[in-house]
DNA sequence: GATGAACTTGGACGCTTGTCCAAGTCAAGG
DNA sequence: CCTTGACTTGGACAAGCGTCCAAGTTCATC
C-alpha cells in the first residue's frame, strides 16, 4: 500500500520494535523488518538512508515507550501515609514491569548496545534521564499525597530507587522469580520511607 | 605453532575474551577470534564444533573471572566497627569495577544475550549465583570481623546489595560519573549497617 | 626410518547481511 | 489527458559470516 515517507517510517519503526522485542537487536535485520511491515525490502532504504538510522529511530521509540511506561505507573490508590503510598507505587510499577518481560530486556539490550556505539551514547543517557524524571516525579507526589516530607534530596532518592529497580529486574528476568523480587522492592520501599518526615497535619494549608 | 587441542582451546578463550571484552559480543567471530590468536581459521573449529560451543565457553570464562574478582573484593582494610567494615568493602569493590568498565559492559552483554538464547539460560544463573555467594561472603566476614551479626538473613541483603550495585554500575557505564557512584553506595551502606546489631564484647568467646 | 595419530593449512561452499538502482506504478496539478 | 514528482518493486551486488575438507605438516611410538 501506498503512504507518505513519514508515516511509513512510522509503520516502519513499529515494526522494528516489534522484531526486536521479540528476537533481540541482534535479530533485528532489515530484512525481518520489512517483513513484520509487509514491505519491500527497498522500502526500508526508501524510508530510512542507514540501517543505522533505523536502529537509531528504534532506540528513541523504546525511550518513548520507557516515558509511556513510567508515566502509567504514577496512577497508583489513595494512599493513607507515606510508607502506604510507596508499598502501592511500588507495586503498580512492578506489576508493569512483570507484565513485559520481553520489553525490559530490550530496554537492557538497548542500553548495551548503545553503549558499544559511540554515536548511540545519547540514547543510552536518555533511557536515564526519562526515567529518573518520573521516579523523581512520583517520589513527589507520593510525598505530596501523604503530607510527607522527604529528609533527603529526591533526586539522590530517585537515582538510588532508579538503581534497586534496574538491578532488581535484571536479575528477575534471569531467575523470574518473582516473590523475591517483589519482597526487595518492599524491603527497600521501608528503607525509603525512613529518609521522610511524617505530615504535620498541616494538610489543609493549600 | 603447534599445540595440544585443550591449550588451544584455552588460547582462543582469551582471544574470544579480548575480542569481546573490546568490541562486544556481537564483534566476535570466529574470524576475529583467530586473527586475535593469530591462527588460521580452520583452527578455531578444530577446538570447537560450534561457533555456539565457543561461545559458551566464553561465557563460562566471564564468569569465572567475575568470581575471581569477587573473591579479590573479599580483601579491604582492618574495620573498627561494621559501618566503616562496609564503607571499606564497597570502595574495595567499586576501585574493581571502576577500574574495569570493559568487563563489566560484557558482563551485561552476555546476561542480555545469555537471555536470548535458552540454550545459555544457565550461564545467566550462574552468573548471579557466584555474584550472590560472594557478597554473601562478604557480608559475614565484615560481620564476623567487627563481632556484629545482622538482624536480617543473609541471603536477602546479599541480593538487595547485588541489585543495587548491579544497578550503579549500570548506570555509571553510562553516565560515568564516578562520584555519584560512589555516594549512593556509601547511601546503601548506611542503610545496611542498620540492618546490624553491635556487638556485645563477645569477642574473645572463639 | 616407517607408521599412524594429532594438529595445521588455505581455500572453498552456501548463506545472510546491508546497500543500491533501473524500471515500474501511482496520485495530484496543469 | 499528460506531465511530474513521489513512492514501490524486484533483483542484483559485494562483503562478511559459519562451516567444511582435502592435503600438508609435525611428533611420538615402534
Not at 512520583?138 to 532518592?157: C, F, I, K
Request: charged share 25%; aromatic share 6%; net charge negative.
Amino acid at each position: 500500500m501506498r503512504m507518505a515517507v513519514e508515516d511509513r517510517r512510522a509503520q516502519l519503526i513499529e515494526a522494528a520494535l516489534a522484531v526486536a522485542t521479540q528476537d533481540g537487536i541482534a535479530a533485528t535485520t532489515v530484512r525481518r523488518v520489512a517483513e513484520q511491515a509487509d514491505v519491500a525490502l527497498g522500502v526500508v532504504h526508501y524510508a530510512f538512508a542507514d540501517k543505522d538510522e533505523l536502529v537509531a529511530a528504534l532506540a528513541a521509540r523504546v525511550v518513548e515507550e520507557l516515558a509511556d511506561a513510567s508515566a502509567a505507573g504514577l496512577a497508583f490508590d489513595p494512599p493513607p501515609d507515606l510508607p502506604a503510598a510507596l508499598g502501592a507505587a511500588v507495586a503498580a510499577v512492578w506489576d508493569t514491569i512483570e507484565a513485559t518481560p520481553a520489553e525490559q530486556l530490550l530496554t537492557y539490550e538497548i542500553t548495551t548496545f548503545a553503549l558499544r556505539h559511540p554515536d548511540l551514547r545519547g540514547v543510552a543517557r536518555s533511557q536515564y534521564e526519562v526515567s529518573q524524571a518520573a521516579v523523581e516525579r512520583l517520589l513527589t507526589l507520593a510525598a505530596d499525597a501523604t503530607g510527607a516530607r522527604w529528609t533527603r534530596p529526591v533526586p539522590e532518592l530517585a537515582a538510588e530507587v532508579l538503581a534497586f529497580l534496574d538491578g532488581v529486574t535484571l536479575r528477575w528476568l534471569v531467575d523470574r522469580d518473582g516473590a523475591a523480587a517483589r519482597s526487595r522492592l518492599d524491603s527497600f520501599a521501608r528503607y525509603l520511607a525512613a529518609s521522610s518526615r511524617a505530615a504535620r497535619r498541616r494538610k489543609a494549608r493549600a
